[in-house]
């Protein structure tokens, strides 16, 4: 029912850009925060940027002054510009919603996306 759709991955020179872009659709609750994540080879899957309900934003170290999230105003979309790409930065993006939905009892979920390689090399 619920469903993440995620767009804007590719190759990219070192020094490029991209914008990653996600659309959540279904009955996915009240949104508390939404996302982005990146698992690397090798490495454990990490936090890159997210955007709670209200607007504030909390990025990575290793992004920080080079990547920017936001949202649509209904809040059903969020975006990842990515400027000053890095090799290092390259792995697979993944889209995250945690919501709360209510029907008996009030519960929290996590919403995935199906991921997007993102390839920095020259």
């Known amino acids: 029912q619920v469903q993440l759709v995620e767009s804007g991955g590719g190759l990219v020179q070192p020094g490029g850009s991209l914008r990653l872009s996600c659309t959540a659709s279904?009955?996915?609750?009240?949104?508390?925060?939404m996302g982005w994540y990146r698992q690397a080879p090798g490495k454990d899957r990490e936090l890159v940027a997210a955007?709670?309900?209200?607007?504030?934003?909390n990025y990575a170290d290793a992004v920080k002054g080079r990547f920017t999230i936001s949202r649509d105003n209904a809040k059903t979309t969020v975006y990842l510009q990515m400027n000053s790409l890095k090799p290092e930065d390259t792995a697979v993006y993944y889209c995250?919603?945690?919501?709360?939905?209510?029907?008996?009892?009030?519960?929290?979920?996590?919403?995935w996306g199906q991921g997007t390689q993102v390839t920095v090399s020259s």
């Open positions: 955007i709670t309900s209200v607007g504030t934003t």
């Open positions: 995250n919603v945690h919501a709360r939905i209510t029907v008996v009892i009030p519960r929290e979920y996590d919403f």
């Open positions: 279904g009955s996915i609750g009240n949104v508390i925060a």
